[in-house]
């Protein structure tokens, strides 16, 4: 199983950056996919998760600027990322807790992250 990361980059205060992440392999089901994100000399922290069924829980340092959307049926996360601050840049990571093929439990994957950077 993969995780594929794209989107990342460098834009200016107000900006937006659309991130995109794929997974890939022999896989059975996801219970939800997520991004996560880690600032220079921080841990990293939850930026936004979707569950299988659509619920939707985000952090609130980006509630209303940050949209995140998944196409269940192609294994695909996105993040929508609009008025981007400078406290914004970190590395990105695309996560995903799913099921490989006759797998009985489900486990944790990480994509390689992607640098977001915010000027001001």
């Known amino acids: 199983v993969q995780l594929q990361a794209s989107g990342g980059g460098l834009v200016q205060a107000g900006g937006s950056l659309r991130l995109s992440c794929a997974a890939s392999?022999?896989?059975?089901?996801?219970?939800?996919m997520a991004w996560y994100r880690q600032p220079p000399g921080k841990q990293r922290e939850l930026v936004a998760k979707?569950?299988?069924?659509?619920?939707?829980n985000y952090a609130d340092s980006v509630k209303g600027r940050f949209t995140i959307s998944r196409d269940n049926a192609k294994n695909i996360v996105d993040l929508q990322m609009n008025s981007l601050k400078p406290e914004d840049t970190a590395i990105y990571y695309c996560h995903a807790n799913l099921y490989r093929r006759y797998q009985m439990r489900p486990d944790d994957y990480w994509g390689q992250g992607t640098q977001v950077t915010v000027s001001s």
């Open positions: 392999g022999s896989i059975a089901g996801i219970n939800y």
């Open positions: 979707i569950t299988s069924d659509g619920n939707l």
